[in-house]
T-cell receptor, first 113, second 114 residues
């Protein structure tokens, strides 16, 4: 069985640009959560989606947005990139809502220059 | 504010030594607790979780953790570590009040010397 897949694996962007990160959950999982992991820190919660609706939002600016599609895959969008947005972005999926991010993807390493 | 603290930033042990990694949380109500492991170059994996019931929880790869409510702690233990346990370990908490989100600690880097 395929695990949680994220694309791309690595990305380099310039300040001010926009980025879209993608996540495909494990088959049958309806909940997707996004986390930001800055080097040397634990993951920080950004969003959770369940059944295509936002169920939770962390303390991130409005430049961060996300959505979930009918097939339960998800996109994380970040506008007006800042150097501080450089991080590993993790997607996690679970069967149900509740933030029980049991299965994580490998992440997308975003570098903003 | 809800928070999770891991006071050991880097732990170095020899193979066969016993391991205990500290985790403290600050939540006012019911809380679910987790330990995740991140091996070098790999994704985060769930080691074990506590929801309710027996406060001693057994996970994969011989790890266990004990929930002590009076101390707001959920320490991770393993009686005899192996070189393959070298990894980053994260404690996380989920509060049943408010946002349904996992709050992670800053992680503990564990290095096992053969």
């Amino acid at each position: 069985d395929a695990g949680v897949t994220q694309s791309p694996t690595h990305l380099i962007k310039t300040r001010g640009q926009h980025v879209t990160l993608r996540c495909s959950p494990i088959s049958g999982h309806k909940s997707v959560s996004w986390y930001q992991q800055v080097l040397g820190q634990g993951p920080q919660f950004i969003f959770q989606y369940y059944e295509k609706e936002e169920r939770g939002r962390g303390n991130f600016p409005d430049r961060f947005s996300a959505r979930q599609f009918p097939n339960y895959s998800s996109e994380l969008n970040v506008n007006a990139l800042l150097l501080g947005d450089s991080a590993l972005y993790l997607c996690a999926s679970s069967l149900f809502a509740g933030g029980l991010a049991a299965f994580f993807g490998q992440g997308t390493r975003l570098t903003v220059v | 504010a809800q928070s999770v603290s891991q006071h050991n930033h880097h732990v170095i042990l020899s193979e066969a030594a016993s391991l205990e990694l500290g985790c403290n949380y600050s939540y006012g109500g019911t809380v679910n607790l987790f330990w995740y492991v991140q091996y070098p170059g790999q994704h985060l994996q769930l080691l074990l979780k506590y929801f309710s019931g027996d406060p001693l929880v057994k996970g994969i790869k011989g790890f266990e953790a004990e929930f002590i409510k009076s101390k707001f702690s959920f320490n991770l233990r393993k009686p005899s570590v192996q070189w393959s346990d070298t990894a980053e370990y994260f404690c996380a908490a989920l509060s049943n009040f408010g946002n349904e989100k996992l709050t992670f600690g800053t992680g503990t880097r564990l290095t096992i010397i053969p």
